[in-house]
């Protein structure tokens, strides 16, 4: 069946460092690719989507690049903020407005 | 995006009682979701509600003990049955709209 895996959390970095986070997804097909982010005690909020492959969604200086050859859509950002301290989760989806399929999560902690 | 008011934020509640979650949005949407986080994991997929038909639930989550109202184009309700500590999470609803998904800021749920 259709799956996300994401790396084990929780990620521990210092502020200015570069951040990954990896995602790779199982699926028949081609499904469009999100990454969500959820701050303390809020809900998830949409961080950055891609369609189709090769696609490069961007937002708050996070990127992620849609690749169909490795099945991945790993999250990228160049310098983190101790205020990016959140949980990051990819999800994916076969048609808009069908069921979104999520990867467990992946804790981010930035420190000063 | 749609905005979604979902209340309550949070409830301490005894086993074998039931909380009902109401999600409010401010536009007419078709789609809406429910979503079940439970502590330290991914979103799992509750069941769909469309207004004017049955919501249609996921594989291990019944009727009767999630009961779903959508009773218009801006407003659903999940009820949690006869809960028990198992039961203790965080339920989110969600919206498809123009602008993709949007979530609530979710139910935080406590069992004693």
């Not at chain 2, 009902?20 to 536009?27: E, G, L, P, R």
Request: charged letters at 15%; one cysteine or more.
């Amino acid at each position: 069946g259709n799956s996300v895996t994401q790396m084990e959390g929780p990620v521990t970095l210092s502020e200015e460092a570069f951040l990954t986070i990896n995602c790779t997804y199982t699926a028949t097909g081609y499904p469009s690719l999100f990454w969500y982010v959820q701050y303390p005690g809020e809900g998830l909020q949409l961080l950055l989507k891609a369609t189709k492959a090769d696609d490069k969604g961007s937002n708050k200086g996070f990127e992620a690049t849609y690749r169909k050859e490795t099945t991945s859509f790993h999250l990228e950002k160049g310098s983190v903020q101790v205020s990016d301290s959140a949980v990051y989760f990819c999800a994916l989806v076969y048609n808009q407005g069908g069921k979104l399929i999520f990867g467990q999560g992946t804790e981010l902690s930035v420190k000063p | 995006s749609a905005v979604i008011s979902q209340k309550p934020s949070r409830d301490i509640c005894q086993r074998g009682t039931s909380l009902t979650i109401q999600c409010q949005v401010d536009s007419q949407v078709t789609m809406m979701f429910w979503y079940r986080q439970q502590p330290g994991q991914s979103l799992t997929l509750i069941a769909t509600a469309n207004q004017g038909s049955e919501a249609t639930y996921e594989s291990g989550f019944v009727i009767d003990k999630f009961p779903i109202s959508r009773p218009n184009l801006t407003f659903s309700t999940l009820t949690v049955s006869n809960m028990s500590p198992e039961d203790s999470s965080i339920y989110l609803c969600s919206v498809f709209g123009n602008n993709g998904y949007t979530f609530g800021s979710g139910t935080r749920l406590t069992v004693v």
